[in-house]
């Protein structure tokens, strides 16, 4: 057994590319090994056996306890029948290589066929690797790929070099007019000499002992660490940022942490302002104090170990630095010499949707939505709620959020604050956007929720209407996402919104869909949210609660039962209906009766059903279920003992009219029909 190491050193590989990179390689690798029977993928110890690593100037790959030969192999193909035409025969012959006198004939039913067994040595593994290896890098599919010199190969950036080892020596893999060797490099200042790899057991060490640290999660867990200890030292705490900490493990190959200090006339800016400045320009980490306060500190992630220890480095972070803030101060004062409202008119500029119109349409639709939401939503007033709806987009035209686009509806706060507006007015314009993510809070004030309702609320409804509807996996608009903010809004916060008053039907079914979704962390199964709103039921908040009850009765004997005796009455009911061309709607005449097991049964619904209904008002659902309950055991014996297909019309339509008002009973609860099982 012999190990695999495969690097290709380039140009920096810009950081958004590096992790698909990094598995792309991985499993293009893995998987045409499988397929030439060098290793087993789904047995593959990951840990031991195999390890992948990313920096910027390099992709590598060791996969360990590979044959050193390709192990020999029997291959069977079936060929035509012996009576087949001689034309058939000959083309199996070509394509498999042999003579006639070479295939073996064996009878298949009563045909005899004939059979080619072929038998093939296997190759040495270096050889199998050239010619995958060489393929792989030829299709590698970068998002971006550029060429260089007079070459028609790609790579994301200028190729340099390729070490590729097997079994400790040197694969002749070809690519770009590159050759493999044994040779890769370190750090680009630190230690730029050329480096002989003698094995994939050496490959990190070697690169560690020239500064470059190959293992991604090891360099991201340094700069975690070095950070953490020198934010310690001054009695601050790092403000977590995980897309930033893998953004900056792609920058660096030896990180070095340092501290920088931003200059004290910028710390009246807002501290979203002073981040976004920070993080989105200059890749930054932004420092709090004990108080939870923004910090005059920052991290700086280096590249580089300097003889002054780094001051210089900072000094040249600290000039740039306030460089920006200078910038976002223009922008901030700038701002705030035109109220709102004026910033508002420019949105008439701003198209939302080629089909739709301009955010300037949006905005009127959503303020009558929000209006309109206000009457389900406590404590909420419909003045305020206006008020905040027409200022909710008008920081999209300022010069702040034009710069930093993320800052959309903070900053429509700050200067709804700084123009007096009423607090609930301002903290409406920054959360109207919420939630941003499943793990990102709703908003929770009545004047928010409203104007997020039908800031979200407006966007599915155009879009729909506009035909820009979510395909399969392609959701250009996040409407997905707009859906389940609007459902954790309403069931976070507890709202009784009858969404058929602004939803159409394929809307409430996209919502069905949606919930489903929301609602499978918790295991309420997706079949039961589906039977639960087919049955009319519009408030989300009562549809969760009720399909947790009705989960819970299907786990039953006796939900289970019922759940199969509905099916059975259902099933029967619609074969009828459909033969009859008539509706059975449960209108039972009790004269027609004659067993005693349909007598019971009519009993019962007729006992249930006020109980059902009177549990579901109440939003009983579990007492409504231990209603249902009793009608088991009646419907049991009713499907045991009574033909419904009498030969009496009038019997056989009025069982059929049971039936119907067995179906109509659970129903009520949801539509069982939907339900599995």
Known sequence: MADLLLELFCEEIPARMQAKAQHDLDMFLLKALSDEKLIDIHTLNTEREHANFVTPRRLAVIIKNLPVTQADATIEKKGPKTSAPQAAIDGFLKSSGLTLDKLEKRMTGKDETYFAVIHQKGQPTATILKTIIEKILAEFPWPKSMRWGSRSESWVRPLHSMLCLFDGKVVPVEFAGIAASNITYGHRFLAPEAITVKSADEYASQLKAAKVLADFDERKSEILKQAEALVAKHSLTLKRDDGLLAEVTGLVEWPVVLMGTIDAKFMDLPPEVLVSEMRAHQKYFALVTKDGKMSDKFLIVSNMITADGGKAVVAGNERVLRARLADGRFFFDQDRKRPLSEWAKGLEDVTFHAKIGTIADKVERIKKLAVALAAYVPGADKKLVEQAAALSKADLTTGMVGEFPELQGVMGRYYA?????????????????????????????????????????????????????????????????????????????????????????????????????????????????????????????????????????????????????????????????????????????????????????????????????????????????????????????????????????????????????????????????????
Do not use: W
């Open 417 to 677: 604050l700084y123009q007096k507006e009423d607090p609930q007015i301002a903290d409406a314009i920054r959360d109207h956007y919420l939630p941003l993510g499943p793990d990102s809070p709703v908003p929770t004030k009545p004047t928010s929720i409203c104007v997020a309702l039908a800031d979200k609320l407006d966007t599915l409804i155009a879009m729909f209407a506009a035909g820009e509807k979510p395909t399969g996996s392609k959701d250009p608009f996040a409407l997905r996402r707009s859906a389940l903010g609007i459902i954790r809004i309403i069931l976070d916060n507890k709202l009784r919104l009858p969404l058929k008053k602004f939803l159409n039907e394929e809307l409430l079914a996209f919502f069905g869909d949606r919930l489903a979704v929301q609602l499978k962390e918790q295991s309420v199964r997706h079949d039961i949210i589906k039977a639960v709103m087919a049955s009319g039921d519009d408030d989300l908040v009562r549809v969760v609660e009720r399909a947790k009850a009705l989960q819970h009765f299907l786990t039953t004997d006796d939900g289970a039962n019922l759940l199969a005796g509905y099916k059975r009455a259902n099933n029967i009911v619609g074969i009828e209906e459909k033969k009859d061309k008539q509706k059975y709607a449960g209108q039972v005449k009790d004269a027609l009766l004659q067993q005693v097991e349909e007598k019971n049964l009519f009993s019962v619904l007729e006992k249930t059903g006020p109980h059902v209904t009177k549990a579901l008002e109440k939003e009983q659902f579990a007492e409504a279920m231990t209603v249902l309950a009793s009608l088991r055991s009646p419907v049991d014996a009713f499907f045991d003992k009574v033909m419904v297909n009498a030969e009496d019309k009038n019997l056989r339509a009025n069982r059929l009219h049971l039936l119907a008002r067995i179906r109509d009973s659970l129903d009520a609860i949801a539509n069982f029909a939907l339900i599995e099982g």
